[in-house]
């Protein structure tokens, strides 16, 4: 873990927001050179801050307008292994998250479909085909308002 300054936490929040955003760019905003935010920027990817740059795509736009999250509990944890459960379920192009957690389920997902007849089709032919897999719970999107974390 790095020391961050308030220009440094600046520049986080900044390009959190928008990844493509120029050094000169985020410099003038911010007060420095762009050689110096260069520098900062360089320095926050090397120590680990920053990770790639992420372009966030709009499902709905794309024809996708129904995401449900999925609560999966495995059967039985020693039949089948969590590795092949989370090989079998990244397989599937309508997941978009997979996170192993720790409760009630073992598993919660992110599933985009373009309705509830085509996620039906999705969850039945798929996502419950999988190995290993107990109980779902399923939870509709309704709305999602996307909040800056504590930077």
């Known amino acids: ?52 740059a992420r372009v966030e795509v709009d499902a709905e736009a794309l024809g996708f307008g129904v995401t449900v999250f999925l609560g999966v509990k495995l059967a039985t944890k020693g039949r089948v292994s969590l590795e092949d459960f989370e090989r079998a379920v990244s397989a599937i192009p309508e997941v978009q998250t997979i996170e192993h957690v720790l409760g009630v389920y073992d598993y919660r997902l992110r599933v985009v479909a373009r309705d509830l007849s ?7 032919r798929r996502i419950m085909a999988l190995p290993g897999v107990g109980n779902i719970d399923a939870n509709v999107l309704l709305s999602e308002e996307r909040r800056p974390g504590p930077i």
Not at 22 to 34: E, N, P, T, V
Not at 118 to 124: I, N, T
């Open 1 to 52: 873990m790095i020391d961050l300054d308030e220009i440094d936490r600046a520049l986080v929040r900044a390009l959190a927001a928008d990844a493509l955003q120029s050094a000169g760019a985020l410099g003038r905003d911010l007060g420095l050179s762009q050689p110096a935010a260069w520098r900062r920027i360089k320095r926050l990817r090397e120590a680990g801050v920053l990770r790639g």
């Open 118 to 124: 085509d996620f039906e089709r999705v969850l039945r």
